[in-house]
């Protein structure tokens, strides 16, 4: 999906233990909240680089980072979690503005009517799709 929304190049980091091939980038998002996941995001930035964590919303091992790395590349780590007001009202006009530039739609991959939220709750659950879709 980051192509059709014109990222410029896409890395995906296997569950092996090595960044090798991967260049140096300027922003990582991290969605896992796996803490060895977490700190291989951090060590793949350029300098200057932020490392955007929303995945850590688990109780889970701490992340190790190596401060010396952070300080001398200064770098970032943002952290984001829920949405406030603004940030809503922020995306939607986005979306409303730009719905003919990037296929948002394509993000939806199952509708439900509203009487069906339970079965679009399992398939969530079970498909993990990026978006499911639920109709009014």
């Given at each position: 999906f980051a192509r059709l929304f014109q990222a410029d190049d896409v890395y995906l980091v296997d569950g092996g233990d090595s960044n090798a091939g991967i260049p140096k980038v300027d922003i990582v998002f991290d969605l896992?909240?796996?803490?060895?996941?977490?700190?291989?995001?951090?060590?793949?930035?350029?300098?200057?680089?932020?490392?955007?964590?929303?995945?850590?919303?688990f109780p889970a091992p701490a992340v190790q980072i190596d401060a010396e790395i952070v300080v001398r590349n200064i770098l970032?780590?943002?952290?984001?979690?829920?949405?406030?007001?603004?940030?809503?009202?922020?995306?939607?006009?986005?979306?409303?503005?730009?719905?003919?530039?990037?296929?948002?739609?394509?993000?939806?991959?199952?509708?439900?009517?509203?009487?069906?939220?339970?079965?679009?709750?399992?398939?969530?659950?079970?498909?993990?799709p990026v978006r499911t879709g639920i109709i009014l």
């Open positions: 896992t909240g796996d803490p060895e996941v977490m700190r291989r995001g951090l060590e793949q930035l350029a300098i200057g680089g932020i490392c955007v964590w929303m995945g850590a919303v970032q780590i943002r952290g984001l979690h829920n949405y406030n007001y603004d940030d809503l009202l922020n995306a939607a006009n986005f979306i409303e503005e730009n719905h003919e530039t990037f296929p948002f739609w394509s993000l939806v991959e199952k509708e439900f009517a509203l009487e069906r939220t339970g079965d679009a709750f399992e398939f969530a659950s079970h498909e993990k």
